[in-house]
């Protein structure tokens, strides 16, 4: 059974900086797509960033050079380091795993995925 939990989201002032957590169980996350979608009332989820193993590492324009990700092989975690955050970056992240053999380019479409968590919600101020 596969199961992703996410953490890390919270209230923070503009400019500052949130460490987003997925830890994943039942699916390896350096050998599938591990991706982060973000929501917003009314609105479709957009991909935020895509990883595969240490070799496919993708960001949205909206977060390009403000966004790396991190892993911790023991914890099968990955982590989505997000600073210089915007209100525009308030939102519900959620952590998504889907199964692709090596070499694959990760999907960007939420329907795309299989397994999801239950989101962290990121709330920026200005």
């Known amino acids: 059974q596969v199961q992703v939990v996410e953490s890390g989201g919270g209230s923070v002032q503009a400019g500052g900086s949130l460490r987003l957590s997925c830890a994943v169980s039942?699916?390896?996350?350096?050998?599938?797509?591990v991706a982060w979608f973000r929501q917003t009332p009314g609105m479709e989820r957009e991909r935020v960033a895509a990883?595969?193993?240490?070799?496919?590492?993708r960001f949205a324009t909206s977060v390009q050079g403000r966004a790396t990700f991190a892993t911790d092989a023991a914890k099968n975690a990955l982590f989505l380091n997000m600073n210089s955050l915007k209100p525009e970056d308030t939102a519900m992240y959620y952590c998504?795993?889907?199964?692709?053999?090596?070499?694959?380019?990760?999907?960007?479409?939420?329907?795309?995925?299989?397994?999801w968590g239950q989101g962290t919600e990121v709330t920026v101020s200005s």
């Open positions: 990883y595969y193993g240490g070799y496919y590492q």
């Open positions: 998504t795993i889907e199964p692709r053999p090596p070499g694959s380019v990760c999907p960007t479409r939420a329907r795309d995925y299989t397994y």
């Open positions: 039942g699916m390896s996350i350096g050998q599938n797509c």
